[in-house]
């Protein structure tokens, strides 16, 4: 596939700009090129958005759920820390 120019960024395709859209690179199996798309499929949030918009939701829940959701990650980002203190801080102390 030519653009008309050669782009220094090998990465650059115009037509995946807009939406969820996959072009099949250079050298690319089909496998790839599907796991690319899955890719970028789930981090767009499509999925959950439709979870979350299928039943309504109270406001008051909503703030709830994602007061609860920080809190856990928090907690786990806390618990990532100690791990890695026990691994590498200081000994002898």
Same mark, same amino acid.
């Given at each position: 596939?030519?653009?008309g120019f050669e782009s220094k960024n090998r990465?650059?395709?115009p037509e995946e700009k807009s939406g969820i859209c996959v072009v099949r690179r250079k050298?690319?199996?089909y496998d790839d090129?599907? #796991?690319r798309f899955r890719k970028k499929f789930s981090k767009s949030g499509i999925v959950k958005e439709l979870r979350d918009r299928t039943y309504y939701e109270k406001p008051s829940a909503k703030k709830r759920r994602k007061r609860k959701q920080s809190? #856990?990650?928090i907690e786990k980002e806390q618990l990532k820390l100690e791990d890695l203190n026990s691994k590498f801080g200081k #000994?002898?102390?």
């Open positions: 596939m030519s653009y990465n650059y395709f050298d690319e199996t090129l599907v #796991k809190i #856990k990650s #000994k002898g102390d």
